[in-house]
């Protein structure tokens, strides 16, 4: 049997325990390596190695303008690398082409992605992002991003690996050859998901769908991506699940036995109010679907996500 490749994610070198950092140390994170190790292959990245930086090495930050800072040392303003960093990112976003996701150091001048401290030089210190993240996000503005600090976050975290297989599912999807019919089957398969993420972008996606095979495919799909990616960024609240759930219970109405129907509203129901985790009613769901087919669940993506997608957001 044909073994399936793992899915790959850039990371900041550091967090995988490499002592790159300016001071000679590691940020080592321990889910990254401990949990989604075992789920995705890493590819380590450190832009200010890269770029020729030494460890240890004087630190550096970012000044000026939030919009687009300055990277410079913070013992000498006139060590000025920011221009070396976004040629970096630059050229790593085309040769990073085939990663699925990127897991970057929060708060770091060349890597952070918000909340990234910048030094106004009249006192003041502003929000910006990292000068390598920035330059590398430019060129792949799809791609999903996450920092190592929220991933503590379990809803963002389910939310970035949610993203994660479903960009590595359209990149399988471009690699076979798009076309109309293809796109179709995509969207489709995404439907119960997309409504977690809230009524408004799905009908938006709808309509798109609709026309798309008035264009030209590669065009089209491109523009469908960045619809569907957008969409996924939204919030995907409890009462939103609860209203999919009970969709797809809808769908099972006729083929399940009043005790069971009750037990799966049940479970549902206390979902909504917090008193169970979301696991219970889609496992329950699963099996129920599993001795129950419906063609409209059967290839819904929502219930029937990759093994290592249903891992590591329902048990992990």
Not at 259 to 278: C, H, K, M, P
Request: glycine share 8%.
């Amino acid at each position: 049997m044909k073994s399936v490749a793992p899915i790959r994610l850039g990371i900041s070198s550091c967090l995988l325990g490499q002592k790159v950092r300016y001071d000679g140390n590691h940020k080592h994170d321990r889910f990254v390596t401990g949990t989604l190790g075992k789920y995705f292959e890493f590819v380590p990245v450190c832009p200010e190695v890269a770029i020729g930086l030494g460890v240890p090495r004087p630190p550096i930050r970012l000044v000026g303008n939030p919009a687009a800072p300055r990277a410079v040392g913070v013992a000498d303003p006139m060590f000025d690398v920011t221009r070396k960093l976004t040629a970096y990112g630059q050229r790593t976003a085309r040769t990073l082409d085939d990663i699925s996701g990127y897991i970057l150091k929060s708060r770091s001048p060349s890597c952070g992605v918000e909340r990234v401290k910048v030094y106004d030089g009249r006192g003041r210190v502003r929000n910006g992002r990292g000068v390598y993240a920035a330059a590398f996000l430019a060129r792949q503005p799809l791609l999903p991003v996450e920092e190592e600090a929220r991933l503590g976050d379990p809803e963002l975290r389910n939310n970035f690996i949610e993203r994660v297989f479903a960009y590595r599912r359209w990149q399988a999807l471009v690699e076979s050859g798009l076309t109309a019919p293809r796109l179709m089957e995509f969207h489709s398969a995404y439907r119960l998901a997309l409504l977690t993420h809230g009524e408004r972008p799905y009908r938006e996606l709808e309509r798109f769908i609709a026309r798309a095979s008035r264009g030209n495919t590669r065009r089209v799909g491109a523009d469908y991506m960045r619809l569907f990616m957008a969409a996924l960024k939204h919030r995907a609240t409890p009462t939103r699940h609860a209203h999919v759930l009970r969709r797809a219970a809808g769908y099972l109405k006729k083929y399940l036995r009043a005790n069971e129907e009750a037990a799966l509203l049940g479970v549902i129901g206390a979902y909504r109010r917090g008193a169970t985790s979301l696991a219970v009613p889609i496992s329950l769901l699963r099996r129920y679907a599993l001795h129950h087919p419906d063609p409209r669940l059967s290839t819904q993506t929502y219930l029937h996500p990759h093994s290592s997608e249903f891992t590591l957001r329902y048990r992990a």
